[in-house]
C-alpha cells in the first residue's frame, strides 16, 4: 500500500513539472483514445439494447462517477442563476446524443468520426450569427473547405445518403449550438458547475426515450454500459482539463486521432475498413476547423479583425 502511495506521489510530482503545453498534449492525447473506446462500446452494445437506452446509462453512469467531485464541494458547484440555460444546453444535448448514438449503432465507427469533425465549422457559422462576431473571410473560406470535404464523404448524388451520415451531421450541428451556448455560460459559471448540471440534465431527458424502447438486459450488459459512462466521462474530464492546461489551438491537431483509433478498433473488431473518400473528407474538414483555430489566434494576438 506504502508502495502504491509512494508511486502514485512520485508521478504527482513528475506530472507537476512538465510544461502546461506538455500536460495538455497528453490530456488530449488521452481524451480521444476514451471517446474512440467510448464509441466503440457504444456500437457494440446496441447490438443488443437500443441507442436510447444505452444514452440514458451512459449519463446515469456518468454522473455517478461524478458523484465524489460534487459532494467534495458539499454540491456548493450547483449553485448557480443560469439554471435555464442549463436546461435549454441540456435539450440541446440530448438531442445530439441520441443522434450520434444512432448513428453509431447503424454506420461504420470511422465515418461517424468524420463527419463529427464538422461540429466546429457549425460553431464559426453560429459565432457570427448568435455572438454577433465580425465577419472574416477566413472564416468563410475554411467554412466552403469544410463543407466541400462532407461533400466528399457524403457524394450526393454518386451514393444514397445513409441515415447514419445525416444523423451524426445533425448531432454535429446541435453539439455547435450546445458550445455557443457554453461559450455563454462560461462568463459567469465555472467548468465543474457546467459539467455537473450537464449530467443531471442529460439524466433526466433521457429517461423518457429510454422508457420508450426499453429492452431487459443482464448484469454482464449493464457492465458494459457501466464502462460507456466511465470512459465517457474519462473522455470529458480529460478534455475539459486539457482546454484548461494550454490554448485550443495547441491540441486541435491531436484531436484527428480520433479518427485513427475509430479506425482501427473499427477494422479490428467490427471488420469496418474506411473508404479513401472518407479518410480524404475528414483530412479537409478536419483542416478546415484546424485553420480556423490558428487564424482566430493570430487575429487575436494581433487585435486585428
Known sequence: MRTLAASAQGFSVLWARQTPTFRGIVLMCLSTVAFSIMHALVRFVSEVLPPFQIAFFRNIFGLLFLLPLLMRSR????????????????????GAMLMFFTALSISPLAKVTALSFTAPIFMAVLAVLVLGERFRLYRWMAI?????????????????????????????????????????????ESSLTIVAYMG??????????????????GLQTLGWLALVGLFGTL????L???????????????DFLKL???ATIGAWFFAEIPDVYTLVGAAVIFSSGLFIALRERQTKHQGTI
Open 75 to 94: 454540491f456548493a458547484v450547483l449553485r448557480t442563476q443560469r439554471i435555464g440555460l442549463h436546461a435549454l444546453r441540456g435539450v440541446i444535448n440530448i
Open 240 to 254: 475539459s482539463q486539457s482546454l484548461k492546461e494550454t490554448d485550443p489551438t495547441a491540441l486541435m491537431p491531436f
Open 144 to 188: 466552403l473547405l469544410g463543407f466541400i470535404g462532407m461533400l466528399i464523404i457524403l457524394r450526393p448524388g454518386l451514393v444514397a445518403i445513409d441515415t447514419g451520415a445525416l444523423l451524426v451531421t445533425g448531432a454535429a450541428a446541435l453539439w455547435a449550438v450546445a458550445m455557443i451556448l457554453i461559450k455563454i455560460m462560461s462568463r459567469t
Open 235 to 238: 473522455a470529458q474530464m480529460s
Open 260 to 262: 485513427i483509433w475509430t
Open 200 to 217: 443531471i440534465f442529460l439524466g433526466v431527458f433521457s429517461i423518457l426515450p429510454a422508457l420508450w424502447v426499453w429492452e431487459p438486459f
